[in-house]
């Protein structure tokens, strides 16, 4: 059975459709009780618009226009790789139950710098940022260098790239090796369940994912360029032989911000 798509489901509603549409749209409806429903939501979202919208927060505006934005996203990565078409439909079907992991990326291969920073994380975890390198300077040194990487890192996680950059150049001049890459880690209730990394020197990011249960962990990480127009890029987690993580990796990232999400969490391998 073939099912109408949103698109025809909505010209329905407002009555945009041709009597052959109509005819055949009519027919399928009586007896398909799933685009029934479909169509129900569809009809009381029309009716209770004005009420529904704004009885919503400008943060729940926020959040429904990032997921649309995402949706969308996802619909592209599948029309360039027919092969994770399957994964990223269960991703967007975990979006209905808010499953979210987001994290921020900055990279910069032609000033060798890097900054990460925490996005959206399930419940009861932490994170921290990891130096790369651990300077040789004084003290005071090491604290000046320490608060620059903090600030880049939360200049990102508010989306003001620029400045993020800026604070990294201010880091350059005490020690250049600690911004050319950055880490965070998450934990869990003391336990190490995910690891970021970015390299400005190489244009690398890789993640580290530790399940809890070996039985259900995420398929895919996707890669978002922000604030421009370019194409997502998407890698599998694999398992890395005689080790207890997955691993997801992308080679040669241009330089800019991006954003970088972690999901759906899948059990056991697609068929």
């Not at 399928?28 to 029309?46: F, G």
């Not at 990279?107 to 932490?126: N, Y």
């Not at 300077?137 to 939360?154: A, F, I, M, N, V």
Request: with cysteine.
């Amino acid at each position: 059975m073939t099912h109408p798509d949103h698109e025809m489901l909505l010209r329905y509603v407002v009555e945009d459709v041709t009597d052959a549409e109509q005819l055949r749209l009519d027919t399928h409806l009586a007896d398909c009780d799933a685009c029934v429903e479909r169509l129900r939501a569809l009809r009381y979202l029309q009716e209770n618009f004005t009420p529904l919208w704004e009885s919503w927060t400008a943060a729940e505006h926020g959040r429904l226009y990032r997921q649309w934005q995402w949706l969308g996203v996802l619909q592209q990565l599948a029309g360039q790789s027919p092969s994770l078409a399957g994964r990223l439909r269960q991703w967007a079907e975990a979006l209905k139950e808010g499953a979210e992991i987001t994290f921020k990326l900055l990279i910069d291969q032609s000033r060798r710098i890097a900054s990460v920073a925490c996005g959206v994380l399930p419940a009861e975890c932490e994170f921290a940022l990891c130096p790369a390198y651990r300077g040789v300077g004084s003290p005071e040194e090491q604290k000046q260098l320490d608060t620059h990487l903090q600030r880049s890192s939360e200049c990102l996680a508010e989306d003001r790239p620029d400045e993020a950059v800026a604070e990294l150049l201010e880091a350059v001049k005490i020690d250049a090796r600690r911004p050319q890459s950055a880490t965070l880690e998450v934990s869990q209730e003391g336990r190490r369940i995910l690891q970021t990394a970015v390299d400005g020197r190489s244009g690398r990011i890789w993640v580290r994912y530790w399940p809890a249960d070996p039985h259900l962990a995420p398929a895919l990480a996707v890669l978002i360029p922000r604030g421009r127009q370019a194409v997502p890029l998407a890698a599998e987690f694999k398992a890395v032989p005689e080790d207890t993580y997955l691993l997801a990796e992308f080679e040669n990232v241009p330089d800019g911000p991006y954003a970088l999400r972690i999901g759906p969490l899948v059990a056991g391998s697609e068929e």
